[in-house]
């Protein structure tokens, strides 16, 4: 089966590598054989070995449940709903589709979404099912024979969903060109619009319907994570959300960029100029600035060995500044990760300062379980390092 023919190809680097069950089953056994070999007396590095078999094998079994509840979603159309949950009941009252406000810079008749119960920071608001998942990235020998084959898998796609679905997804929004004449909406324009990357890198997009209906703000309030253990992309709070508060996701660009860079992005891909908090505020050059100086000392990560054999106590201190600069913007706990572990690394190979090494890592755990949620792949890492970490202090 090719990628384009395989629904799981966005899951990015395969872990199972096409093994079946029955591998899967071995892969598990392999791990349980090793524990009775720890029980016996195992060093420290057969135990990170057996760890990691653990873990592997947990992942083979989660991604082995996730394609088998795919199988049945796409083997009866008619049994998807337009929230697409696996448990509707449980978020049916977190969160409400409302008529936004002229007066808040919003066209007129558009849509948001806005919490029916308040949350706390790292607290669940959502999780869905892709409506539709198509390949965006097909082999082709043109541009246009490329872009005809995605067409074709949208529609096919589209083909495949229930009535009721299909009508939810031509009442959402588009913002693209290629719009029939007179300004009717089609439906490529729509999932062009509305695709969500299924993945860091990932080669499907997925097209939610409530996620669909969040607005963007370049400071949200809340985080989106594909889970392909889970099959489902999940919302989090990044910060503390009142009743009846509009719901925000970032469109992108995902990273802090200079007002004018984003401003540039988001009228190109989505045809509108973005009025959040944080757009209003670069008209302060010094807030600019600001960011300017986050992504000189985010990219010194590519410096990273050289800078801590050589001058270990001045990249920490960079380290502090960008954690002290990210929390002046109001930045969400996902940008604050790969500096956090910037820091780990530092501390603990350059200042050989395990205790502000520990410190770092037990923030990034922090950061993760409230952005991709305490059970996802990037939490049990990090949890896994720390503990090893840990038990290395005594």
């Avoid at 199972?16 to 392999?30: F, L």
């Avoid at 031509?170 to 619009?193: Q, V, W, Y």
């Avoid at 952005?371 to 996802?376: C, K, L, N, R, Y």
């Avoid at 896994?384 to 970490?389: G, I, Q, S």
Wanted: glycine share 8%; net charge negative.
């Amino acid at each position: 089966m090719s990628d384009a023919d395989d629904p799981f190809a966005c899951f990015g680097g395969d872990d199972s590598n096409g093994e079946d069950d029955a591998s899967i089953e071995a892969a598990a056994g392999g791990a349980a054989n090793t524990d009775k070999k720890e029980e016996n007396g195992a060093d420290a590095t057969q135990i990170e070995e057996i760890s990691r078999e653990a873990i592997q094998a947990q992942r083979l079994r989660q991604e082995a449940e996730a394609r088998q509840t795919y199988a049945k979603l796409a083997s009866s159309p008619s049994s998807i709903q337009p929230l697409h949950t696996s448990e509707p009941e449980k978020y049916a009252n977190r969160f409400e589709v409302y008529e936004c406000s002229h007066e808040d810079g919003y066209d007129t008749g558009q849509k948001g979404v806005r919490a029916t119960k308040s949350y706390k920071v790292g607290e669940e608001i959502l999780r869905e099912y892709p409506a539709m998942r198509v390949c965006t990235s097909h082999p082709a020998s043109s541009p246009e024979e490329a872009e005809d084959k995605f067409r074709r898998a949208v529609q096919e796609s589209y083909d495949a969903c229930s009535e009721i679905t299909k009508a939810a997804i031509m009442e959402l929004s588009s913002c693209r060109e290629d719009n029939a004449p007179g300004g009717e909406k089609t439906l490529h324009a729509i999932f062009s619009t509305n695709t969500y990357a299924l993945g860091q890198g990932a080669t499907y997009g997925g097209l939610f319907l409530s996620l669909s209906r969040l607005n963007h703000s370049c400071r949200p309030n809340c985080v989106h994570h594909w889970r392909p253990d889970k099959h489902c992309l999940i919302v989090h709070a990044v910060r503390d959300i009142e009743e009846g508060e509009e719901l925000y996701t970032c469109y992108g660009p995902g990273d802090c960029r200079l007002t004018s860079e984003r401003q540039e992005y988001l009228v190109e891909r989505y045809n509108f100029r973005c009025l959040c908090g944080m757009c209003q505020e670069g008209s302060d050059v010094k807030n600019d600035g600001d960011k300017l100086e986050y992504e000189r000392i985010n990219r010194f990560h590519d410096n990273l060995p050289m800078l801590t054999s050589r001058d270990p106590e001045k990249a920490i201190a960079k380290v502090e500044e960008c954690l002290e600069l990210l929390q002046q913007l109001q930045m969400g706990e996902a940008h604050f990760i790969p500096i956090l572990h910037f820091g780990y690394v530092i501390a603990r190979d350059g200042l050989r300062d395990l205790d502000q090494g520990r410190s770092y890592l037990k923030r990034e755990v922090t950061a993760l379980e409230h952005s991709q949620g305490s059970d996802s792949y990037g939490a049990i890492d990090a949890r896994e390092l720390l503990n090893k970490f840990e038990l290395e202090l005594g």
